[in-house]
């Protein structure tokens, strides 16, 4: 009978580290051979376009190389873009008016970084920088898989949802091209949809350990922290300190919804778990976010915080039986706190009675108010608009044609075309936006993927043991009540990064259960 043969542990290890060498070895030098020989195209090229295009070109083919080398890096990628960069060059007026004369760039350059907009010699593409980008990532981890002998993409428990409403979605195109729809309008009305699901695939399928998920939630608080430096920087330096007069925004709307996530967040660790080097980051950025908040004034995030922080608590009280008393007796004092501010401030000048002001205003809008009162009127006509045209076409009017208007907008509102170029396509209420383009059908399929992602997360938090992975399943299911309460005034489901960072939270709380089994497993 032959012996045994034991291997060498010293030697294997040696051997296996000789590998990894060499191919590091091999990285660099094809790194260095490519650097060396661009680096005479990239002179010529910032001579004759400018060295913005260079340095544009040179982090293209940086962040190439790492989500080759490493897939999972792709979602943090798209994380700091959903998070950090805005949609379109913004502006605003420092007097607070709304004549497009007096609006000046917001300097803040991440809103001059073509990420979700083309420069104007690459416009009518058929998609976006960051489409394209997704586009690569999915190769790169479907060649990953290939050459493992994986399978290539998972779907996860969302997907049959998705599929439903996406069916649904191709339906409207149908429809909408059948009835003499813009093709081009068609397109910009579609992509926020196949982005919604596009990340949650590569969340799905990019999130493998726990960590994954700390570094995601890195991100999304440091990246807060930036947009609230930057709001800050904007309200001292060219504000001046002051909010009397001034009733625009100075950040892009979808800020404001992650300043109030990163609220919520704060207020679970708070309540549930305590992970405290995100804990203390999340208090070290929160003066900057809640100012940037204050000044960006978006009335119906408030709302939405409140919503929030509802949800999560009552999914603490679900989870934490032994907690339940102080929880109760926390949200009694929460809520006596919270309308004796209401109370005491909504009618108050100044920042710090802003949150009140906009609460109100949801509630009972202040009719001295002009900006408020136009806002709501605003907002009226537009849902009725679209109530009507649903009467009109109860299947649904398919994507690409303009809703119906009883009362026209631009009688109201002579200058809304140079504010919103789709007013008549793209309304306010995204929630009505749905049902208006897709009909009942498709309206059902869009409740069914909202009210999937909510009762899967609520079960998972419940039945999760490591209490961060429950942490993060009740912020998904509290930011997704929140997501459906700013839609139904603030374009929600039409802005890219909202949707983005919908899908890649949809895509992670898909692949909870497995991180807890994980985890399980490890600790035995």
């Not at 919908?502 to 709380?509: E, V």
Request: aromatic residues 14%.
């Amino acid at each position: 009978m032959r012996p045994l043969l034991v291997p060498n542990t010293t030697t294997t290890i040696s051997r296996l580290l000789a590998i990894h060498k060499r191919d590091d070895a091999i990285l660099f030098t094809v790194i260095f051979c490519t650097v060396l020989s661009l680096t005479p195209l990239l002179v010529l090229v910032g001579a004759t376009a400018g060295f913005g295009l260079v340095l544009g070109i040179l982090a293209t083919l940086a962040i190439t190389a790492l989500i080759v080398r490493w897939p999972v890096s792709g979602l943090f990628v798209v994380t700091v873009c959903a998070t950090l960069i805005e949609e379109s060059p913004l502006a605003f007026s420092p007097t607070g008016t709304s004549d497009a004369a007096a609006l000046v760039p917001t300097p803040i350059l991440t809103d001059h970084l073509y990420i979700f907009y083309w420069p104007t010699q690459l416009e009518g593409l058929i998609d976006r920088p960051i489409g394209f980008l997704f586009v690569f990532i999915l190769l790169v981890v479907v060649l990953h898989r290939l050459v493992k002998r994986e399978k290539p993409l998972q779907g996860g428990g969302l997907l049959l949802p998705f599929l439903f409403y996406l069916l649904c979605v191709a339906g409207g195109v149908l429809h909408g091209l059948a009835s003499g729809g813009d093709f081009r309008i068609i397109v910009i009305e579609v992509r926020p949809f196949w982005y919604l699901f596009v990340t949650y695939l590569l969340a799905y399928n990019l999130v493998t350990r726990k960590r994954d998920i700390h570094t995601f939630f890195w991100v999304v608080i440091l990246c807060a922290g930036v947009k609230g430096v930057q709001g800050v920087y904007i309200f001292l330096a060219y504000l001046h300190g002051n909010l009397a007069g001034f009733s625009d925004s100075i950040l892009a709307h979808e800020d404001s919804f992650f300043f109030v996530a990163l609220l919520l967040l704060v207020m679970l660790f708070c309540l549930h778990y305590r992970y405290r080097p995100q804990f203390y980051a999340s208090l070290l950025v929160l003066p900057f976010v809640l100012v940037a908040l204050v000044v960006n004034q978006r009335r119906a995030d408030y709302v939405a915080l409140v919503v929030g922080i509802v949800v999560a608590w009552t999914l603490i009280f679900l989870v934490k039986r032994r907690a339940r008393k102080l929880l109760v007796v926390v949200m009694l004092c929460s809520a006596v706190l919270g309308t004796a501010y209401v109370a005491a401030f909504a009618h108050s000048g100044g920042g710090f009675a802003a949150p009140a002001r906009a609460i109100l205003a949801v509630i009972s809008p202040d009719y001295t108010d002009t900006r408020d009162l136009e806002s709501n009127l605003y907002r009226y006509i537009e849902d009725n608009d679209l109530k009507y045209t649903v009467h009109q076409y109860p299947l649904g009017v398919g994507f690409g044609i303009p809703y119906l208007q009883p009362i026209p907008l631009t009688s109201i509102f002579p200058q809304i075309r140079e504010f919103d170029p789709y007013y008549d396509y793209i309304p306010h209420n995204t929630i009505y936006w749905v049902w208006m383009r897709l009909g009942p059908i498709g309206y059902l399929a869009f409740w069914y993927l909202i009210g999937a992602i909510i009762v899967r997360g609520s079960i998972t938090a419940r039945r999760l043991r490591d209490p961060h992975l429950q942490l993060v399943a009740m912020y998904i299911v509290a930011v997704t009540f929140m997501e459906i309460i700013v839609a139904f005034a603030d374009y929600q489901l039409f802005f890219f990064r909202n949707v983005i960072y919908l899908g890649l939270l949809a895509g992670i709380l898909m692949k909870l259960p497995a991180l807890d089994e994980n985890e399980k497993v490890t600790n035995v």
